[in-house]
């Protein structure tokens, strides 16, 4: 675990008050459990982030809480509850309708941890008299020796597991107030522990997908928020080849539920999501998983957090990730007005506008930003890095 005695060596663990994020989930009750046996003063807390108000079997909420319950009964630890639906609703949930409305595919779980778990929850913690926050999340943190009340965000231990991806938009000041006990364990270890432990937990499936959404349908989900748009599924050469019922049901580089099939005159070979149309609601889809409309060879992103407050230099050489668990890709990033040009040395396959970028040197994790606009081989720059639309070139 991340030794705070390091960083602050006039505290010892005894007299350091850290309240855990408990989800109910194995992760958190092993982290509060490490927490508490290396003699921190250790609270839960345990946050709703969304009002089910549809009473159906897709509430988990109560289960979660009851099991939360359990743990923090079976290590000995006050268990706190509070609800932060209003700032969900505000800082993550309308932003995620946007997003899709406007075609982009988001990510609602890095910008709740920015909003909501290291920010709304950690303003909360502080209230309640806490030194430090924690959560189950695996990633670590490195306080910087010449950067008091800083910290640096590293990749978790587990390389099946890093979560440092969806943790890159949380400034360098809150990594410091937070420990990630986890971080350092492999997930096997973490289930051993929680079953050693006869944690209820132990045996959890882990959380997929996106919280509030849960098991239910995506598209039913999302058709409840914002109206549905059918429209055309076009080859590149402007065939028409099918029909969609909404841009935002759909993701670049996806391949199921386009219901392209039996077309004789393509053969059999699988259809993927190569573009998104906006101007006419025309899906472009092609044949084949490395078709070459699928590769992107460089991005231009929105504003990026970088976790340090700044980025290390204004153009370098680093890591990325389009997605989470990509293995790491070389580029080169740029910083432009707005945002960062990012060019990768490879072709890199289904970037997609609306999730996240996020760069690394070495484990340590420097920040990223929302994915706006993406080039191909051969294809003319974005404007934004031209200066001049695409189409006024070639008039
Ligand atoms: N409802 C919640 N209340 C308090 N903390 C939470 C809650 N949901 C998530 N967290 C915190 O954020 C961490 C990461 O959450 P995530 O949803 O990614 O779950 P996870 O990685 O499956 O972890 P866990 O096994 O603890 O649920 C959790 O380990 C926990 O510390």
Redesign the pocket.
């Known amino acids: 675990m991340t030794n705070t005695s390091e960083a602050h060596p006039a505290n010892s663990t005894a007299n350091t008050r850290v309240i855990?994020?408990?989800?109910?989930?194995?992760?958190?009750?092993v982290?509060a459990w490490l927490l508490k046996d290396h003699g921190y003063q250790v609270e839960?807390?345990?946050?709703?982030?969304w009002d089910e108000d549809d009473g159906t079997e897709y509430c988990t909420?109560m289960t979660?809480l009851a099991d939360?319950q359990a743990v923090a009964d079976a290590i000995g630890i006050k268990l706190h509850t509070a609800s932060f639906a209003a700032e969900y609703w505000d800082r993550v949930f309308e932003h995620f309708l946007s997003e899709y409305q406007a075609g982009r595919t988001p990510n609602p779980?890095i910008l709740c941890n920015k909003e909501v778990?290291f920010r709304a929850?950690l303003d909360y913690a502080v209230t309640l008299g806490a030194d430090y926050i924690?959560?189950?999340?695996?990633a670590r943190q490195r306080p910087i020796a010449d950067a008091p009340g800083k910290a640096q965000l590293l990749k978790g231990l587990d390389p099946n597991k890093d979560?440092s991806y969806?943790l890159h938009a949380v400034s360098g000041d809150r990594i410091a107030r937070t420990l990630f006990p986890?971080g350092e364990l492999e997930k096997p270890e973490v289930r051993r522990i929680a079953e050693q432990q006869g944690f209820v937990?132990h045996d959890?499936k882990?959380?997929t997908g996106i919280?509030f959404i849960g098991e239910r349908k995506f598209k039913d989900f999302l058709k409840q928020y914002l109206p549905a748009q059918p429209g055309d599924i076009e080859t590149p050469d402007g065939q028409k080849i099918g029909r969609h019922q909404g841009l935002m049901y759909h993701t670049i580089g996806q391949r199921q539920g386009l219901g392209i099939g039996g077309l004789s005159e393509f053969g059999d070979e699988p259809w993927y999501v190569a573009q998104k149309d906006l101007s006419r609601n025309v899906l472009i889809a092609v044949q084949g998983k490395h078709h070459p409309l699928l590769f992107s060879r460089g991005l231009v992103s929105g504003p990026i957090d970088w976790v340090a407050g700044e980025p290390p230099a204004q153009s370098f050489r680093c890591k990325a990730k389009t997605r989470y668990r990509q293995p790491d890709q070389d580029c080169e990033v740029v910083l432009i007005e707005g945002g960062v040009r990012v060019d990768f040395d490879d072709a890199q396959r289904a970037v997609t506008p609306g999730q996240s970028v996020v760069f690394y040197d070495g484990d340590v994790c420097l920040g990223g930003g929302v994915i706006e606009e993406t080039w191909r081989d051969g294809e003319p720059l974005p404007a934004r890095l031209t200066g001049t639309r695409p189409q006024e070139e070639t008039a």
């Open positions: 855990v994020g408990m989800s109910g989930g194995v992760d958190s009750s982290a839960g807390l345990f946050m709703k982030n909420a979660d939360a779980d778990k929850f924690a959560t189950g999340h695996y979560q969806f986890v937990t959890k882990d959380s919280c």
